[in-house]
C-alpha cells in the first residue's frame, strides 16, 4: 500500500480524496493533489515539520474547495 505522507491523518485525507475524484501528482519533494475539473492543486507535506501540518493541510483544502466555487 503506498503512502502519501508519514502523518497517519494527512495520508488518510488523502486517500478519501482520491476517492471522490482528485488525483494526486508526485513531485520531487512533494506530492499534490488535483480537483476533478483541475482547477485547484493542494501540496501534500511528505514529512510534516509539525503537530498542526494535519490542521494546515485541511485548512488548504477548505480554500481551495471556496476558490473552486468562486465564479
Known amino acids: 500500500m503506498r503512502r502519501y505522507s508519514r502523518s497517519d491523518k494527512i495520508d488518510a485525507e488523502v486517500r478519501r480524496l482520491l476517492a471522490l475524484g482528485w488525483t494526486y501528482r508526485r513531485g520531487s519533494k512533494h506530492g499534490r493533489v488535483v480537483s476533478p475539473d483541475g482547477k485547484a492543486a493542494v501540496t501534500?507535506?511528505?514529512?510534516?515539520?509539525?503537530?498542526?501540518?494535519?490542521?494546515?493541510?485541511?485548512?488548504?483544502?477548505?480554500?481551495?474547495?471556496?476558490?473552486?466555487?468562486?465564479?
Do not use: E, H, Q, W
Open 44 to 71: 501534500v507535506p511528505g514529512t510534516p515539520s509539525d503537530k498542526r501540518s494535519p490542521l494546515n493541510f485541511v485548512r488548504d483544502l477548505k480554500r481551495a474547495a471556496i476558490c473552486i466555487m468562486r465564479p
